[in-house]
Nanobody, 121 residues
């Protein structure tokens, strides 16, 4: 599966952004999907994941209650609604696909190119 992330940009503290991940191929619903992020000088970290059906979601503590992951299998898309953004949310955000819902990068076999999110104070 090929993934294309979009929707990043510059937003003020407390603002919102909606990221999207478009997938190619006809097997999108066979993958668990996730969002990761990488801030400058830091390792890539898990942000959120969603099961194949969309019925189960999982969030990092740092984004829980502010971010919402969703997917539309009919449209081969996944979204990340980000609210109440903080400067520490500034990072390149990547979408990724896996066979199991996990937080480890190594579990994700397919990656999008990343989209920059910058939160200014």
């Amino acid at each position: 599966v090929q993934l294309q992330a979009s929707g990043g940009g510059l937003v003020q503290v407390g603002g919102s952004l909606r990221l999207s991940c478009a997938a190619s191929g006809r097997t999108f619903d066979s993958y668990v999907m996730g969002w990761f992020r990488q801030a400058p000088g830091k390792e890539r970290e898990f942000a959120a994941a969603i099961s194949r059906s969309g019925g189960t979601t999982y969030y990092a503590d740092s984004v829980k209650g502010r971010f919402t992951i969703s997917r539309d299998n009919a449209k081969n898309t996944m979204n990340l609604q980000m609210n109440s953004l903080k400067p520490e949310d500034t990072a390149v955000y990547y979408c990724a696909a896996a066979q199991r819902i996990r937080v480890e990068l190594s579990e994700y076999n397919y990656w999008g190119q990343g989209t920059q999110v910058t939160v200014s104070s």
